[in-house]
Antibody
């Protein structure tokens, strides 16, 4: 059974770069049937899709965040990563990594809270 | 402000049915049969309940059903159970620029 696990710093200073990694276990990342993505949820608020990538490197970005985003995949390490530059307090959220099956998201990682604060 | 509009809250008694609406536009909900629904209990990870408007993943009770009419999708939960109390989010594919958009979420209370 596929499991996803996010990792990264829980605290990032304003204007710095947020970097997260999602490691897969129990499944393969190099499938043509799936994409891999990130979704975030600010405390007490709703969900926001951020970015997605295929194992071959095709990327999709939320246009409202695109200028600050980079998503990448490392098939040798069976993981994918997210980088968000110039963070502000508005980027404070629980960040989930997900698998895309078609046009839906399943499964989800456990999520990691990232707080932007000096 | 979320791209898709959901009621902030709905409620029902055990055994009853409730419907949660998700209203978008012809560029998202109305334009594609790619609406999905997620259940999130407090402090927990969202769980896929419905995809492609009406399809239920394995393991999801058949009390949960999805539908769509025009620019509005709906999630209906019949035979409400206490464990159904949670937040529910809809999501729609929105084309090759916006990609995926979520609703603001609906809090379901089982009275």
């Amino acid at each position: 059974q596929l499991q996803l696990q996010e990792s990264g710093p829980g605290l990032v200073k304003p204007s710095e770069t947020l970097s997260l990694t999602c490691a897969l276990s129990g499944g393969s990342i190099d499938s043509t049937s799936y994409y891999w993505g990130w979704i975030r949820q600010p405390p007490g608020k709703g969900l926001e899709w951020i970015a997605s990538i295929s194992y071959s490197g095709t990327t999709f970005y939320n246009p409202s965040l695109q200028s600050r985003l980079t998503i990448s995949v490392d098939t040798s390490k069976i993981q994918f990563s997210l980088s968000l530059t110039s963070v502000t307090a508005a980027d404070t959220a629980v960040y989930y990594c997900v698998r895309h099956g078609g046009q839906w998201f399943d499964p989800w990682g456990q999520g990691t809270l990232v707080t932007v604060s000096s | 402000q979320s791209a898709l509009t959901q009621p902030r809250s709905v409620s029902g008694s055990p055994g009853q049915s409730v419907t949660i609406s998700c209203t978008g536009t012809s560029s998202d909900v109305g334009g594609y049969n790619y609406v999905s629904w997620y259940q999130q209990h407090p402090g927990k990870v969202p769980k896929l309940m419905i995809h492609d408007v009406t399809k239920r993943p394995s393991g999801v009770p058949d009390r949960f059903s999805g539908s769509k009419s025009g620019n509005t999708a709906s999630l209906t939960i019949s035979g409400l159970q206490p464990e159904d109390e949670a937040d529910y989010y809809c999501c729609s594919y929105a084309g090759s620029y916006i990609f995926w958009v979520f609703g603001g979420g609906t809090k379901l209370t089982v009275l």
